[in-house]
């Protein structure tokens, strides 16, 4: 009877503190000026609160915080579209999801690959299906959805090694798939974002491969040498992607582990000198000043141990942090578009990439969502929170892919 007393309070107190993230998300519409969260809540909760949930969970005993967040995901399940065809394929060892748009086509169409966001950690074929559906609807491409493997369990380079074997594999069967060779891009969101970035680096300049016609990156992470750019100050409690998090999964991408995430968040796990040759790219300087006006302040630099570093010194590998990579690659790279959200931690690698291209002829789109936060996309057709600048967002991501 007292181990029964005990499970019910703890399964209240699960449920009681469930609802921080809700009383969160609440505080950020009322006390952060500029953004707009429509409050329309509903059962859809629970995936919200899993974060919560989960880590509640894995303090008791019962499942890792990973694992239920993980199938608070994968629950919601569709039925069949009226207007595309859906198959689960795989691409050599790699799962994807093909969604072909049912209606006939005079000529060739478009194809996407999209690589999904949640950190590296997070996310499935799943997860963003109702968004590739719409992209494959409304743009009338062929939308290629890449189940890539993710950490902890599998470490870098397996997510990027992945997404560029599936992206590979569909530029040789193009044919397959009645796609145009010449109007092939790759996109993704957050994490999803950082590995498009990576793949469009790695095919630039192949003569094997048709070349890719567009890259679109939807508030990408893209660098790991400072977490106090003006973004990660200014929305470092902001959901739904806090600063202390966006560490935290890019550590567990390297590593499978975030024994030095205090070290990251800090700036004290990359050499000055490495930080130095670095800083005409990922440096304040390169953020215009009225990204700075809203709770930004300037860091000292500081150095690290030997030590330190030999943990992370694979930040420098372009293909982990895309906005590393040498202008000879950037100057190769196809038409781009970016999306930047204001209330993202994620805001200022969009922003430094955005001019990183243009420094080197690359034609940019970009799209900044000023009352927007991280993962906002996802959220432009939810049954449980509906924002607004979310589905702008995503008609001006299709309006792109369709001015292909």
Not at 64 to 79: A, C, D, E, M, P
Not at 204 to 214: I, M, Y
Request: net charge neutral; proline share 5%.
């Amino acid at each position: 009877m007292a181990e029964q007393c005990i499970l019910k309070q703890r399964l209240c107190l699960l449920f009681m503190q469930s609802y921080s993230g809700a009383l969160a998300l609440i505080c950020i519409h009322f006390l952060v000026p500029g953004m707009n969260i429509p409050m329309h809540l509903s059962s859809g909760f629970s995936v919200l609160f899993a974060f919560e949930q989960g880590k509640i969970l894995e303090n008791i005993g019962i499942c890792t915080q990973l694992n239920f967040v993980r199938y608070i995901q994968g629950r919601k399940t569709l039925g069949a579209d009226p207007k595309l065809f859906i198959e689960d394929l795989w691409f050599e060892k790699v799962p994807v999801r093909i969604y072909q748009p049912k209606t006939p086509s005079a000529s060739q169409r478009r194809g996407v690959m999209f690589f999904h966001g949640g950190g590296w950690v997070f996310g499935s074929l799943d997860t963003h299906e109702e968004l590739c559906r719409f992209i494959a609807r409304e743009s009338e491409s062929v939308v290629v959805s890449v189940g890539y493997r993710l950490a902890p369990e599998h470490k870098y380079p397996a997510a990027y090694e992945d997404c560029l074997s599936a992206t590979q594999h569909f530029l040789q069967h193009l044919q397959h798939y009645a796609v145009d060779p010449a109007r092939v891009t790759v996109c993704g969101d957050s994490a999803g974002g950082n590995l498009a970035a990576a793949v469009s680096q790695t095919l630039a300049g192949r003569s094997d491969l048709p070349r890719l016609r567009a890259q679109i990156l939807i508030y990408p992470g893209l660098q790991a040498l400072d977490f106090n750019l003006p973004s990660y100050q200014q929305n470092r409690g902001v959901p739904l992607l806090f600063r202390e998090r966006a560490a935290f999964y890019m550590l567990q991408y390297l590593n499978g582990n975030a024994i030095k995430l205090e070290e990251v968040l800090e700036g004290s796990h990359i050499p000055v000198d490495i930080k130095l040759k670095y800083r005409k790219w990922v440096s304040p300087d390169n953020i215009p000043e009225e990204f700075k006006v809203r709770g930004y302040k300037p860091r000292v630099l500081l150095d690290c141990t030997t030590e330190i570093f030999e943990t992370v010194k694979r930040f420098c590998e372009p293909t982990l942090c895309p906005l590393l990579a040498e202008d000879a690659i950037i100057q190769q790279l196809p038409e781009s578009f970016i999306l930047t959200c204001e209330y993202d931690v994620l805001r200022d690698d969009g922003l430094l990439y955005k001019k990183r291209l243009e420094d080197n002829g690359v034609p940019v789109t970009w799209y900044h969502i000023k009352d927007g936060f991280h993962g906002i996309i996802n959220s432009f057709n939810s049954d449980w929170l509906s924002f607004p600048a979310g589905k702008r967002g995503l008609d001006n991501i299709v309006d792109f892919l369709r001015s292909l």
